[in-house]
Every structure is written in C-alpha cells, then in structure tokens.
C-alpha cells in the first residue's frame, strides 16, 4: 500500500502564489508516476499535472501549463505543485494520486492510490 497526504492548500487572492506538497510513504517504489487532480464543486475530477519519481516525463493541462509547474525528489517521498498566478477557476479540492503505470496518466481511473485532498480558494 501507499500512503499519500497533501498539504499546502489555503485562501489566496487572484494572481498569488501556493505551493501543495504531497508526502508519500509505505511501498512508493511500486509506483511510477505521481498526478494531481482536481474537483471543483459540481464538477468532475480533472488533471492537473503529472511527473515521473525520475523527475522526467512532465505533463500539464491546458489550463495550467504556464503557470503551475510539478516537481519530485529522488527519494520517492514528495511530490510539489508550485501554483502561480492564480484565478478563481483554480479553486477546487487538489488531489494528489500514485501509480505504477507510465500511460494513460491524464485519466483519474489509472491510478491506483490517492490522498484525501486539499481545499484551493482563489478569491477574485
């Protein structure tokens, strides 16, 4: 099994900065690469960002890359998401996710762990 707790989330104006850490432990080597999603209310779980533990192989969404950038360490114990210029359409539950597959990682259902979440709020 493998543990996954987020941190970081809070209140910030429209144009500030956050930065979300996800701390991973138990049997991180079985996995390969490391998401974050998010859902706003009343919305489905989107993909955000996506990393290999090898640091290599980033990937954003749309409307994100720019802005936000996705980073690990070597030791398969964090993974951070620097969030920049904020809007209020980034407001939403951050999620950060595990698995040990290479493909399909844009999709919520090809991970296998998941931690439980923190609240963004970017006021306008």
């Known amino acids: 099994q493998v543990q996954l707790v987020e941190s970081g989330g809070g209140l910030v104006q429209a144009g500030g900065s956050l930065r979300l850490s996800c701390a991973a432990s138990g049997r991180t080597g079985s996995t390969a690469v490391l998401g974050w999603f998010r859902q706003a209310p009343g919305k489905e779980r989107e993909f955000v960002a996506r990393i290999r533990w090898s640091g290599g192989g980033t990937l954003y969404a749309d409307s994100v890359k720019g802005r936000f950038a996705i980073s690990s360490d070597n030791a398969k114990t964090t993974v951070s998401l620097q969030m920049n210029s904020l809007k209020p359409e980034d407001t939403a539950v951050y999620y950060c996710?595990?698995?040990?597959?290479?493909?399909?990682?844009?999709?919520?259902?090809?991970?296998?762990?998941w931690g439980q979440g923190t609240q963004v709020t970017v006021s306008s």
């Open positions: 996710a595990a698995t040990a597959r290479y493909t399909g990682t844009m999709q919520a259902d090809s991970y296998d762990y």
